[in-house]
Every structure is written in C-alpha cells, then in structure tokens.
C-alpha cells in the first residue's frame, strides 16, 4: 500500500469544536487582536497560601473556555457547562463522595465544596486528580464555532489543469484544506484519470472531512477560502515520502449538501524546501523494554505539518508538508526531505518523530493483531529540529504494577478500584502523567482497544474511581509520560490541543482480567471514549495506526 493510499481512513478521527456563543450573527463574543487569548478569569483571587479568600480556604477555582483560532485572529467563548457536564468528587471508603460545582456563564466554575488534599474532576471520561486550587480546563480548535456539516454524502467534482501526469490509469486523491472552517478533508476520486493525463473536467470524488464527522460545508460569506493540494511521492535514499508537489485555491464558493459543487482551478508547483534531520534512531529504540517487555518494534514516522497564522501553538490539525513511514531500524542517520508548501509566510511547522511498538501481550487468544500499541512520540518546531541531533526528552515510566502486583504480566485483579503505580522516567522529567483503561474484545483474528476512561495526575500512581472496570473483562493500562516544557500540564490537560514543543512515551501492561465474583461492584459502564490520544495530532494518530493495520 503507497503512502497515498494510507491516507483514507481517517473519518473517525476528530478534535470538535465545543459550545456556542451568543454573539450576533455568528460573530464572536469575545475577539483578542493578535494573538493572546486570556487563560485565567479576571475574578480570580488567590491567598497568599495558594488559596482563595474568603469562603472555603481549600475550594477550587477554574476556567472551561473555548480558543479558536480562524483566518483573522484568535477568540474565546465559554464551554456549554453541560458538554459535557462537569463533575466533581472525593475518594471515601470504597466508593465517592461528590463534590458541590458550580458554573458562571463566564466559563469560570467553582468547587466549593474541596477538601484539603485530592480531589477528581471528571469530563466524560476523562478524570483529573489533583490537590491544586485552581485549575484550567480550557480548550483549543482551529476553525470558526458556527461551522455547518452535512450527515449525507456531500457531492463535489475537481476541474484542474497541470496535473502532474501518471504513467498509468489513476484514481487520484487530493488534500482540501480551510484553516478559517478547521477543515482538512480528503478528496478521493470516484473515476479513473488516464495515464498521461494533465486535467481532468468534473472529476467526481468523495468528500471526507477528517477534523469531524460531519462534511464540513465551505462559506464564502464567512471568509473560508480552499487549498487544494496534490500529493506526490518521492524517495531520498532512506525513506519514500509522501508530499505536497501542487496545489490551487479555487474561487470562494460556498458549498451545498444538494447540488454539485465544482472545484476548479490550475495547479501550480508549491514552493520546495530542503529540510535535514540529525534522527538518533537508536537511542529511541533502546527504550523498547520500557514500553513492555514483550514489545516488537513496528514502525517509525518522521513528519512536517503547517502550524496556522502562528509559529508558536499549532490549533487543530491542517494536514502535512510531507510525512515518511519506515519499518524500524536501529541505525542513526542523517537525511534530508524536500517538501512543498504553499501556505503563506505567516504559518509555522512543527516536525514530529514517532516510534511505535507492537505488544502481542495485549492480544487475546485466537487473535493475531491489533490490542494497544506503545510509542515515543516527540514534536518540536521545524528551526529547531533542524538544529541538532533528535534524541529522546521523555522515556516510558516503569515498573508498572497494580495493587503492587507486576502489570507488565497477566494478572486476574482482585479489585475493580485498584491502585496503579509506576516509577517516574529514567529521562526527562514528566509535566504530567495519564493512565487510560482500555476494554479489550475479539473481533474475528483482531483484538479491539476501546478506551473506557483517562485519569489525569501529577503523581506516581493513581486509584480507579468505581464504575470504570466492570466484572468478567479484560484491560489493558497504558501510562502515558509528558514533557511540555514551560507549561503546566498538570493544571491544563487540555492545553496539549495547542502546543509545538511536546514529547511523551508510553508504558503498557500486559492483559489484566477482571473476575466474574466482584458483581456487587457492578456499575453502568462507561461509553468507549473515542477521543485521541493527546500528545500527537488525530488524523496522524489514526494514519500511523492504518500503516501497521496494512502490514496485516
């Protein structure tokens, strides 16, 4: 399967856009010229203790609001208080104790209620422990918060001249990209192109929004403009390489869910760049043993993705410059990449490198792939990984257990509130940890990963709140490590949906059962979270994770 190809499934990737405003007409409420939207409430005021005055000394303090980012600038508005609903509570004798929230229209909230010491707010979920008073639940999005989709196949055709010419019959796929809608959609064409052929006159292809489920729809009249980009693949001796080659902006249109809608226009050659790495390949794959024992390395990934009107935080995901997939190896190498980019001089490009790692101890019997995969992930702007060597920041934590048991072995628990503990990395101090729990099942010959709940700490270890684990299952763990350098990941778990300059690595048990006897524990279990995981972009994650399902 070509780089290309790997490209197509990424429908369920998704970073959506939450709560809506009052403003007029669509318009924002809140606009912050440049680009410096506010993180903390004004109201709020701290004691000199680290409390709040007045009132409770221990109550809890923080913001839920929503950034976005589109073609003029930078915005904010309050998250809907209820998407979803946020919870508060306490650990007490087997089972929670919740806690009093209450919410301003603002999108500042209040527990008013917190006890000195810990204390766990749930969204969805995703749970944060934390003995911190204030707390910043903001979140961030590329694209304008009245953007309209359609359920239904949205109809679209391509009229292009300068097609870069096959030598055989081609079903062609462009890249549609609109930073002021946060769309990066898949255009897949539905007939062949000739061989030879340099324009095609009302292509038909399939429309697939990757940002969100629905088929975002293009709005002249609210300022979305196009990119049309076409790919190519080249090969610099190491890794063949998928890139932007051409590209064309058509007419401002405004799109229909029931009539066609035609894309037109001329390619024109993107402007190239040459971009050379120093990759310490070794030193990243000395730590598989970390990532579990039984690992085998599966695959490396080197690529550069645009960062929209900012070179300093990169909102939702635009797709890549280019991006290169290899079966992992261990040799160190020094390569260089030409990569097109069309984008005006105001964007920025993160580079981000990956190791991922199979765990067949996380397969269940009479299944021979899938389970929950490991990796070390690091993403640091382009000028700076272009300057020196990329080694590891972050390793995996270890000696993972559970109720001081080895996880990293099949277990039966004998819990379904277990404690989880680990050892810090042996490189890299971690801004934050998260433990996600996931439900493993069969499907024919693949085992399937389905996350039931995200716990975001600080700490070493962390207790399960009742109502995660269920009786008569299988689990995995997988203990994520972060490096943000200069932020507090611990106080704003969402903030990763914005940074250039992350690193994290993964450590994962092996398969954890739970026994049939504990039913008086039972509780309604959670819906499977199909959220990504933080620390690299979606439509990356899930393209990763399509290139090793291809080798099956």
Same mark, same amino acid.
């Given at each position: 399967?070509?780089?290309?190809?790997?490209?197509?499934?990424?429908?369920?990737?998704?970073?959506?856009?939450?709560?809506?405003?009052?403003?007029?007409?669509?318009?924002?409420?809140?606009?912050?010229?440049?680009?410096?939207?506010?993180?903390?409430?004004?109201?709020?005021?701290?004691?000199?203790?680290?409390?709040?005055?007045?009132?409770?000394?221990?109550?809890?303090?923080?913001?839920?609001?929503?950034?976005?980012?589109?073609?003029?600038?930078?915005?904010?508005?309050?998250?809907?208080?209820?998407?979803?609903?946020?919870?508060?509570?306490?650990?007490?004798?087997?089972?929670?104790?919740?806690?009093?929230?209450?919410?301003?229209?603002?999108?500042?909230?209040?527990?008013?209620?917190?006890?000195?010491?810990?204390?766990?707010?749930?969204?969805?979920?995703?749970?944060?422990?934390?003995?911190?008073?204030?707390?910043?639940?903001?979140?961030?999005?590329?694209?304008?918060?009245?953007?309209?989709?359609?359920?239904?196949?949205?109809?679209?055709?391509?009229?292009?001249?300068?097609?870069?010419?096959?030598?055989?019959?081609?079903?062609?796929?462009?890249?549609?990209?609109?930073?002021?809608?946060?769309?990066?959609?898949?255009?897949?064409?539905?007939?062949?192109?000739?061989?030879?052929?340099?324009?095609?006159?009302?292509?038909?292809?399939?429309?697939?929004?990757?940002?969100?489920?629905?088929?975002?729809?293009?709005?002249?009249?609210?300022?979305?403009? +196009?990119?049309?980009?076409?790919?190519?693949?080249?090969?610099?001796?190491?890794?063949?390489?998928?890139?932007?080659?051409?590209?064309?902006?058509?007419?401002?249109?405004?799109?229909?869910?029931?009539?066609?809608?035609?894309?037109?226009?001329?390619?024109?050659?993107?402007?190239?760049?040459?971009?050379?790495?120093?990759?310490?390949?070794?030193?990243?794959?000395?730590?598989?043993?970390?990532?579990?024992?039984?690992?085998?390395?599966?695959?490396?990934?080197?690529?550069?993705?645009?960062?929209?009107?900012?070179?300093?935080?990169?909102?939702?995901?635009?797709?890549?410059?280019?991006?290169?997939?290899?079966?992992?190896?261990?040799?160190?190498?020094?390569?260089?990449?030409?990569?097109?980019?069309?984008?005006?001089?105001?964007?920025?490009?993160?580079?981000?490198?990956?190791?991922?790692?199979?765990?067949?101890?996380?397969?269940?019997?009479?299944?021979?792939?899938?389970?929950?995969?490991?990796?070390?992930?690091?993403?640091?702007?382009?000028?700076?990984?272009?300057?020196?060597?990329?080694?590891?920041?972050?390793?995996?934590?270890?000696?993972?257990?559970?109720?001081?048991?080895?996880?990293?072995?099949?277990?039966?628990?004998?819990?379904?509130?277990?404690?989880?503990?680990?050892?810090?990395?042996?490189?890299?101090?971690?801004?934050?940890?998260?433990?996600?729990?996931?439900?493993?099942?069969?499907?024919?010959?693949?085992?399937?990963?389905?996350?039931?709940?995200?716990?975001?700490?600080?700490?070493?270890?962390?207790?399960?709140?009742?109502?995660?684990?269920?009786?008569?299952?299988?689990?995995?763990?997988?203990?994520?490590?972060?490096?943000?350098?200069?932020?507090?990941?611990?106080?704003?778990?969402?903030?990763?949906?914005? +940074?250039?300059?992350?690193?994290?690595?993964?450590?994962?048990?092996?398969? +954890?059962?739970?026994?049939?006897?504990?039913?008086?524990?039972?509780?309604?279990?959670?819906?499977?979270?199909?959220?990504?995981?933080?620390?690299?972009?979606?439509?990356? +994650?899930?393209?990763?994770?399509?290139?090793?399902?291809?080798?099956?």
């Amino acid at each position: 399967m070509s780089l290309k190809r790997s490209l197509f499934s990424v429908l369920l990737s998704s970073l959506t856009l939450v709560g809506c405003g009052s403003g007029a007409d669509g318009q924002p409420d809140d606009f912050h010229g440049g680009r410096d939207p506010i993180i903390v409430p004004e109201d709020t005021s701290l004691a000199a203790d680290g409390g709040v005055d007045g009132g409770n000394p221990y109550e809890v303090r923080g913001s839920r609001v929503m950034h976005y980012r589109i073609d003029i600038g930078d915005f904010t508005q309050p998250v809907d208080p209820l998407s979803p609903e946020l919870k508060a509570f306490t650990l007490s004798d087997g089972g929670t104790r919740p806690l009093t929230v209450q919410t301003s229209p603002d999108g500042t909230f209040r527990v008013t209620d917190a006890p000195a010491g810990r204390y766990y707010l749930q969204l969805g979920t995703l749970y944060v422990v934390s003995d911190s008073r204030t707390m910043d639940l903001d979140r961030y999005d590329l694209g304008r918060r009245d953007r309209a989709g359609t359920t239904t196949p949205l109809p679209v055709t391509v009229s292009a001249s300068n097609l870069a010419p096959q030598p055989y019959d081609d079903f062609p796929s462009f890249e549609a990209v609109s930073s002021n809608l946060g769309e990066f959609a898949y255009l897949n064409a539905n007939a062949p192109v000739p061989a030879g052929a340099t324009f095609v006159d009302q292509l038909p292809v399939r429309y697939m929004s990757t940002n969100t489920v629905d088929e975002l729809l293009v709005n002249a009249s609210r300022g979305d403009r +196009l990119y049309i980009n076409s790919l190519a693949e080249r090969n610099n001796g190491t890794f063949t390489y998928s890139t932007i080659d051409r590209f064309f902006t058509p007419d401002p249109l405004t799109m229909s869910p029931t009539v066609s809608n035609d894309l037109y226009g001329t390619f024109q050659l993107a402007p190239q760049y040459t971009a050379r790495f120093e990759w310490w390949r070794s030193r990243f794959e000395a730590y598989q043993v970390q990532v579990h024992p039984q690992s085998v390395p599966s695959s490396q990934g080197l690529g550069i993705s645009p960062t929209p009107w900012d070179s300093e935080s990169w909102y939702g995901y635009s797709g890549d410059l280019m991006f290169a997939s290899n079966p992992s190896e261990i040799t160190d190498l020094v390569t260089s990449f030409t990569y097109g980019n069309p984008y005006p001089f105001s964007w920025g490009a993160v580079v981000g490198i990956s190791h991922g790692f199979q765990i067949p101890a996380t397969l269940l019997p009479g299944t021979t792939w899938g389970g929950v995969t490991g990796n070390l992930i690091d993403t640091r702007k382009l000028s700076v990984a272009t300057a020196g060597p990329i080694t590891p920041r972050i390793t995996p934590a270890w000696d993972l257990a559970v109720d001081g048991r080895n996880a990293q072995q099949a277990l039966t628990l004998t819990s379904l509130t277990p404690r989880i503990t680990w050892k810090a990395p042996l490189v890299g101090s971690p801004s934050a940890y998260r433990v996600r729990l996931s439900r493993l099942s069969a499907s024919d010959t693949r085992t399937v990963a389905s996350a039931v709940s995200t716990i975001h700490t600080s700490e070493t270890f962390v207790d399960v709140p009742p109502g995660i684990l269920q009786p008569g299952q299988k689990y995995a763990i997988t203990v994520y490590s972060y490096l943000t350098p200069g932020v507090s990941l611990a106080v704003r778990p969402y903030v990763m949906e914005s +940074l250039v300059d992350i690193a994290s690595a993964t450590t994962v048990s092996s398969i +954890l059962s739970t026994p049939a006897a504990l039913a008086p524990e039972l509780h309604a279990e959670p819906e499977p979270s199909f959220e990504p995981e933080p620390g690299i972009k979606p439509t990356r +994650l899930y393209r990763m994770r399509e290139q090793l399902t291809a080798q099956h």
